[in-house]
Every structure is written in C-alpha cells, then in structure tokens.
C-alpha cells in the first residue's frame, strides 16, 4: 500500500487449506477478479468472513453483481468452496453474479470507477481495547470514501453487535458529509454473529446515503 495504512484485520492465514480449496485460489479466483467499470446493478461487501451474506446478496440480487472483499485466505477459500460444485469446481448457478477481491478493500477503492449501489459492512472487527481503536475500519476518513464509491441514490449498510463500536461510528458519521437515513434492510445472521451470539448484544444496523 502506498500511504502507510493501519491494519484493519488480524490474521490473513489460518488453517491449511484441503487440495480443493487450494486448487480453487488457483484457478478459480482469478477469474472472478473484479473489473473497475460496470454499468449494471453493483453492490459490495467488505470483509465478508465465510461469505454466508455474499451468497444471499448474490441469490437475492440475480441482475446485479456482488463484490465481496476479504483479505483472510481461509474466507475466501470457504466462499470459493460453497459457490462451486464438488464435483467439478464449476460455480453453481446462483452465484455466477459473484466476483472476489482476496485483499485488503481500501486497495480497490483507490479506483475511482468503482462506484456501487449498495456497500455492506457486516460485524467490522471491534476492536475493543481503547489502544487498538486506530485499527477500527470505520474511521470517518473510511466513511467519506465510501460516499465517493456511492452511486447516487445508494446507500451503505453496517452492523454490528458491539454497541461501543456502534456508537462510535456515528460519532465519525458526524464528522462526513454522509447522513443517517432510514430504510428496509433484509439481512441473515453471519457466521461470526452466530458464533456469538451468547456473548454479545443483538446487532444494531445503521443504513447511511448522501
Ligand atoms: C469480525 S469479522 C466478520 C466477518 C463477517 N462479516 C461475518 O459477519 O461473519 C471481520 C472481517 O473483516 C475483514 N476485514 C478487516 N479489515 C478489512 C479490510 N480493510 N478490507 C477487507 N476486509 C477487512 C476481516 O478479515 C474479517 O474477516
């Protein structure tokens, strides 16, 4: 990265992955890297976990086409794994509206073309500890630029169960040119809410326009 940015996420690797999923970085995820102008429908999603939301955006939005951004390999090789057939690696119907940017999302919006209809951020890392707040993603800076990728009449949508964090973020809504705006969300529960879920409060969401 060019200007010496603050990382956002923790780990990028985990587990070994199996020879399929291998097989599928390989070979399938470079084909479904993104191309900076489109002029149909476009919604993405930032840090996408497993990619459980990826796939019920794709469903639910079969004329527009779904970028889900995550820079952690097993994520995105879990994605791979669950649009595609065992059999033949080939990506099942539903989800040939899908493209994968394996990295960190503020790499892609450096391109101005990118613009979108709609922009998710589900459960953003929290980052609870007061000296790890400089790592949160949804800084004001982060917010504005995802106005500037925001076509007109789009909106962004974040949740998120720690309502700390939740605050704060609209604390750093204040200081953008975005607004708070109400509107109808269709969201399911992802992995890492599931996961949980015992431990923390029921997620707020926040829905923001020009
Ligand atoms: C707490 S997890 C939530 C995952 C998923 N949205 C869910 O709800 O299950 C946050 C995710 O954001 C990703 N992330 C953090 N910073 C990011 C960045 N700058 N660009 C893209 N993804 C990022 C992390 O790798 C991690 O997978």
Redesign the pocket.
């Known amino acids: 990265m060019e200007k010496q940015?603050i990382?956002?996420?923790?780990r990028?690797h985990g587990k070994k992955l199996s020879p399929r999923k291998t097989a599928l970085i390989n070979e399938l995820l470079p084909v479904l890297m993104p191309e900076p102008g489109y002029s149909g429908r476009r919604i993405l999603?930032?840090?996408?976990?497993?990619g459980?939301?990826v796939r019920s955006l794709a469903t639910a939005n079969p004329n527009a086409e779904i970028i889900g951004?995550?820079?952690?390999v097993n994520?995105v090789a879990a994605l791979l794994s669950a649009i595609t057939n065992p059999e033949t690696n080939a990506i099942m119907s539903p989800y040939q509206n899908i493209r994968i940017f394996p990295?960190?999302?503020?790499i892609l919006l450096r391109d101005p073309a990118y613009r979108f209809d709609e922009i998710w951020?589900?459960?953003?890392?929290?980052w609870p500890k007061a000296k790890h707040e400089k790592r949160r993603?949804l800084q004001a800076e982060f917010i504005s630029l995802l106005g500037q990728h925001l076509r007109d009449g789009g909106r962004i949508i974040i949740?998120t169960d720690h309502w700390g964090y939740y605050d704060w973020i609209i604390d750093q809504v204040k200081n953008t040119s975005m607004r708070m705006i109400s509107g109808e969300i269709d969201v399911i529960h992802?992995?890492?809410?599931n996961?949980n879920m015992a431990a923390t409060d029921t997620p707020k969401y926040l829905v923001l326009g020009h």
């Open positions: 940015e990382r956002t996420f923790g990028r999603e930032i840090g996408f976990g497993a459980e939301h951004a995550e820079p952690f994520g990295d960190d999302v503020r951020v589900l459960h953003p890392d929290p993603l949740g992802t992995r890492y809410q996961k």
